[in-house]
């Protein structure tokens, strides 16, 4: 709260043309430790949003739902956007992005320890099945990939399944940013956790934004403003980074 504080009084008396809700709706679904219903904070992103708008005396509300239905209802009206989310062409027309990125996150191939298993392509995914996420961002070079090369595939709609799918061998292999999956290992029995293991070479690496609707573009603004003074103050950023995700510019590590 005293980071806040002090970054309160420097924008304090600014006055803007643009109508403000005193409190907005934004939605979301499940993404540990980011976006996390179970938490008190909901999340470090939640979080990271929440202050955002704090600045500017405006409450949020999160509404968590599954990924592809969150992506649908933030184009309603009475949401303001949907958080948060990896660039893709498709949603940059749908929605529009905010400047800054919120999150970078590397994300790994995991499977059953079990299996062996070297990845360098996505070619190399071939004689295997692969788990992915209804309503979740996949490089465009991965669809490629699977559709050039005929790849199985199998679809969940809720993250937390993914990994007792592949305990129960009905996928082979699921794709997951490093920092969620260790938070949905840690809520495995002991004895489970060292039977799910990563490839070391990143599958790849993204950065999330939040999705601001487009009947509501002044919160684009507001935002880009707001993430803008969080990220010039060091105490607050520093204690981003270690708590949640650094922010830089990141490129795929995995063609």
């Not at 992506?71 to 027309?93: C, L, N, P, T, V």
């Amino acid at each position: 709260m005293r980071i806040l504080f002090s970054i309160f009084i420097f924008i304090s008396s600014n006055v803007y043309s643009e109508p403000y809700a005193r409190q907005i709706n934004i939605t979301t679904g499940q993404w540990p430790p980011y976006i996390d219903q179970s938490k008190e904070d909901q999340g470090c992103v939640a979080s990271l949003i929440r202050d955002a708008f704090a600045l500017y005396d405006i409450k949020t509300r999160f509404v968590f739902m599954p990924w592809e239905r969150a992506y649908k209802d933030g184009m309603k009206k009475e949401f303001i956007g949907s958080a948060y989310w990896y660039f893709s062409k498709q949603r940059s027309e749908d929605y529009i992005y905010t400047k800054h990125a919120i999150t970078e996150e590397v994300s790994r191939f995991y499977h059953l320890s079990s299996l062996p298993l070297k990845l360098t392509r996505y070619s190399d995914l071939k004689p295997y099945t692969l788990l992915l996420n209804k309503g979740l961002t996949y490089p465009d070079e991965l669809l490629e990939a699977i559709s050039e090369h005929n790849i199985s595939t199998v679809e969940s709609t809720y993250t937390d399944k993914n990994i007792p799918l592949l305990l129960r061998k009905r996928a082979d292999i699921m794709i997951m940013n490093e920092n969620t999956a260790q938070e949905y290992k840690r809520s495995l029995p002991v004895s489970k956790r060292s039977a799910i293991t990563s490839q070391k070479k990143p599958a790849y690496i993204k950065r999330g934004f939040l999705l601001i609707n487009k009947t509501h573009q002044q919160y684009a603004i507001l935002f880009d403003q707001a993430l803008s003074t969080l990220w010039s103050n060091k105490d607050y950023i520093k204690h981003y980074e270690q708590n949640c995700s650094k922010v830089s510019v990141l490129t795929h590590a995995l063609e």
